[in-house]
């Protein structure tokens, strides 16, 4: 029996009971058992055209045949091997992305998920701060679950303040969301204070600071792009400081943006680089990179059972390939403008739609109930999210576990004309129905 044509729905249900609740992220009511393209289909056999990559993951596309044939010719070879041993796939990425890397970000490590990449960010950083144990972040930042990466993230959130005594070496300051401007400013006449409140922040702390960690661009905190200007006054004010500063990239890079990396777009480059998600095709991988004038890991610091996996690697390796082969960056940018441009044109028609913003395919629609008062429409976004699925699109919501009011559009890289019509129409249908009358 194949449990993908013809599922015994009994054992799925017996299965299910088994779950651990908390294991999964904002649940939603579909059983998927195959994808294509920018399309998914569940176990009814409906299509879905997915704006949300399977967090992130699909950039060229759900099974992409030269990525799958990759996997399968490397797993008829060698499935697993120990970090202590080289593999083909494990030169041939480390050639590949070094040749890719912005700046001096020469060293590269390998794991197999974006939180424990973002854990190895903070030891390279403590390893090169040797006398620092304290840490800088912005508001809504994310950089994982695991206990560490979750004090690099919001703290808003229940799930956080659970955690709480190992949030305590990260200090907080206020990140330049301009629709929601912490400081009640308008760019650029702010002159950039929140990049300034940087400064306060470590010459008025009483610890040494390491290094501040960020995304380059908000993603699952609400798809904040900065405002021209900031990310190279942070990296000035961190040369000014004497600290590292990490960009954690596990959403944008490969191509997400426009550019294979965000560190390319801004004029700012970082010390440490966080990257997962997107680069191996839908295959679990993730690394960090570093400058090569700083220390690395000391052996065994940070080597893990699989951090090595040669499937994900030969993946990575064909995932690449199809980026560059397709031309899938300029056709993100291509794709992206043209997205926005039709959203700025209902952003002007529609009440529900306060805010627009994004680069690429990494778009944001902010939901509110009062264009004026700016009062977030949760309830509405989580509506539009389920009702979307009735009509055949997958949409993302931020924040935290979907509870926000902020739509995300990240469909693969790959998708087509055809679809990016019916997904604009869905939106705007659904818009049309939820804005007050």
């Not at 393209?37 to 949300?52: L, P, Q, R, S």
């Not at 009011?405 to 990240?410: L, P, R, T, Y």
Request: proline residues 5%; hydrophobic residues 40%.
């Amino acid at each position: 029996m194949s449990v993908v044509t013809k599922p015994d729905f009994k054992e799925l249900e017996e299965g299910r009971k088994y779950l651990m609740s908390g294991s999964v992220g904002h649940a939603l009511p579909l059983l998927l058992v195959s994808g294509k393209g920018a399309v998914v289909k569940d176990v009814n056999g409906k299509e879905y055209i997915d704006c949300t990559s399977q967090a992130w993951t699909y950039n060229v596309g759900f099974s992409h045949p030269k990525v799958i044939e990759a996997a399968i010719e490397q797993i008829k070879q060698l499935s697993h091997c120990r970090t202590s041993f080289e593999t083909i796939p494990k030169l041939r990425l480390l050639k590949k992305l070094g040749e890719l890397a912005p700046g001096r970000l020469k060293k590269i490590s390998f794991c197999l998920h974006g939180s424990v990449a973002s854990e190895g960010a903070l030891k390279l950083a403590m390893i090169n701060k040797p006398d620092a144990q304290k840490f800088l972040t912005v508001y809504d930042n994310y950089s994982g679950r695991t206990l560490a990466t979750i004090a690099a993230s919001w703290p808003y959130h229940p799930i956080s303040r659970r955690f709480s005594p190992f949030m305590q070496n990260f200090i907080r300051v206020p990140n330049a969301y301009c629709y929601r401007c912490p400081f009640k400013l308008e760019y650029p006449e702010c002159d950039l204070l929140c990049a300034e409140f940087i400064k306060t922040a470590l010459e008025k702390g009483a610890e040494p600071v390491a290094a501040l960690i960020m995304e380059p661009f908000q993603a699952s905190g609400g798809m904040i792009e900065f405002p021209e200007g900031y990310l190279k006054r942070v990296r000035e004010i961190c040369d000014e400081c004497g600290i590292l500063l990490i960009y954690d990239e596990i959403q944008t890079a490969f191509g997400r943006l426009g550019e294979m990396f965000a560190a390319e777009l801004y004029g700012a480059l970082p010390d440490i680089l966080v990257f997962g998600k997107a680069i191996a095709g839908g295959f679990p991988l993730a690394g960090v990179m570093l400058r090569e004038d700083l220390k690395p890991y000391d052996p065994a610091v940070h080597s893990f059972t699989f951090s090595h996996f040669p499937v994900s690697l030969a993946a990575a390796c064909a995932t690449l390939d199809v980026l560059k082969e397709e031309n899938l960056l300029e056709r993100a940018r291509k794709t992206g403008d043209y997205i926005i441009k039709r959203l700025l044109e209902m952003k002007e028609k529609y009440e529900l739609i306060g805010d627009v913003r994004g680069r690429g395919l990494m778009i944001g629609i902010e939901l509110v109930r009062n264009k004026k008062t700016k009062e977030p429409a949760c309830e509405e976004t989580l509506r539009f999210e389920k009702a979307a699925l009735k009509r055949g699109v997958i949409f993302g919501v931020s924040k935290f576990l979907g509870m926000g009011n902020v739509v995300k559009i990240k469909p693969p890289l790959v998708i087509n004309e055809e679809e990016v019509e019916k997904v604009l129409q869905v939106f705007e249908d659904l818009t049309k129905s939820l804005t007050p009358r």
